[in-house]
């Protein structure tokens, strides 16, 4: 679901048989796609536009992975496609509660967002909570929007079961990812975007179409023992709360995974938890609940941008452990990603993956993407 943690390396430009499809390309790949199963354009471009900023900022699990998932929402009637937009149900002048109509989620995060956005520029802070959702991508596309406009963006999101509970057998809590981004001097910023589980599902749904086996630590099967087979997580199984075992401090993940649920399920009176629709079985409507929060740091003590920066640039200089070349702080590693996709000219894949993308074109008779290299 909605989550990311450090971006796969698995479209890397370190190997020789990827294959480069540039972002435009990938774009428009997208829209052909959702548009052919009766996506609004409006609704088929803001999907698409996230899509493709996730996988250029290297979160391969949240990008064109994802797409064939919206493509059965839409084709089941399990999203709403035309005819409807989200829609502010109350409203202070600080905090707003939205219902997405059952959209596409990225249609509602966009708006909603976009709505604290304003807030915080009025009042300093703008909370919304959302119900009635989907599927809403990576988070931090949204905390990014904020921070587009010199504030704080924070974004949250709950999903389908799939986190067991420490000391649990079967999984009760979404992947319930956090975003936080903050600006700092000359177009710096600190980006977080993680999962409180261990992984994002859709990592190990990455593994599993390449045919290889996921680290032991990253989920369990469904006597709640950890396993390394993808299927054994994806079917009956579930993922690790952050932190893995009970020794580990899994039970912080599983606590950072219900504090999501509570600003998004319970706040908005969504689905939550264990009444959110199983992941993959398209057999309802999803209802999930979402949260974004808008700050302006303006509102508060002044220099916040100075004293942001001084931090990560203290953190970047500090002597790297031994065998490390650098030390990174949230968002560096994206950076780096992208930096690599401008170089080559666009996003490299895996072969596997764009034969998906061909078959998935040949399926629903559209033109599939042009490949650079």
């Known amino acids: 679901m ?171 809590l979404g992947t319930n990812p956090i975003s936080v981004a903050a600006p700092a001097n000359n177009g710096d910023s600190m980006v977080l975007d993680m999962a409180t589980t261990v992984v994002a599902l859709g990592k190990v749904e990455v593994k599993k179409t390449l045919r290889e086996d996921i680290p032991l630590g990253w989920g369990v099967d469904s006597d709640g023992k950890p396993t390394t087979d993808p299927d054994k997580v994806l079917v009956d199984g579930g993922l690790m709360p952050l932190g893995g075992l009970e020794e580990t401090s899994g039970y912080k993940g599983y606590g950072l995974g219900m504090m999501v649920e509570i600003f998004c399920g319970i706040l908005s009176g969504s689905a939550y938890g264990h009444r959110i629709r199983n992941w993959s079985l398209h057999d309802g409507c999803a209802d999930l609940g979402h949260c974004f929060v808008a700050i302006d740091p303006a509102a508060f003590a002044p220099g916040f941008t100075d004293r942001m920066s001084d931090l990560l640039d203290h953190c970047r200089n500090l002597e790297p452990a031994e065998g490390e070349t650098e030390v990174l702080v949230p968002g560096d590693t994206e950076r780096q990603h992208m930096a690599t996709c401008e170089r080559q ?3 490299a894949y895996k072969p596997k993956q764009v034969e998906w993308a061909d078959n998935l074109a040949k399926k629903h008779g559209v033109k599939p993407p042009v490949r650079l290299a």
């Open 345 to 347: 000219g666009g996003i």
């Open 2 to 172: 909605a989550d990311s943690t450090s971006p796969s390396k698995q479209g890397g430009s370190d190997n020789s048989d990827n294959i480069i499809i540039a972002r435009d390309e990938l774009h428009a790949f997208c829209v052909r796609c959702l548009e052919k199963v009766g996506a609004a354009p409006s609704h088929a471009c803001a999907l698409a536009d996230l899509l493709v900023a996730a996988d250029y900022r290297g979160h391969f699990s949240h990008g064109l992975n994802r797409l064939e998932f919206y493509i059965e929402d839409l084709l089941l009637s399990m999203v709403a496609s035309v005819g409807t937009e989200p829609q502010v149900v109350k409203e202070t002048a600080a905090t707003a509660l939205v219902d997405g109509h059952n959209l596409l989620g990225p249609v509602v995060g966009k708006f909603s967002m976009d709505l604290a956005i304003q807030k915080a520029k009025e009042s300093g802070i703008g909370w919304v909570s959302v119900r009635g959702s989907n599927h809403f991508g990576i988070a931090g596309w949204y905390s990014m929007r904020a921070l587009d406009q010199g504030l704080m963006g924070m974004a949250f999101t709950n999903t389908s079961p799939k986190l067991v509970p420490t000391r649990a057998q079967r999984q009760t």
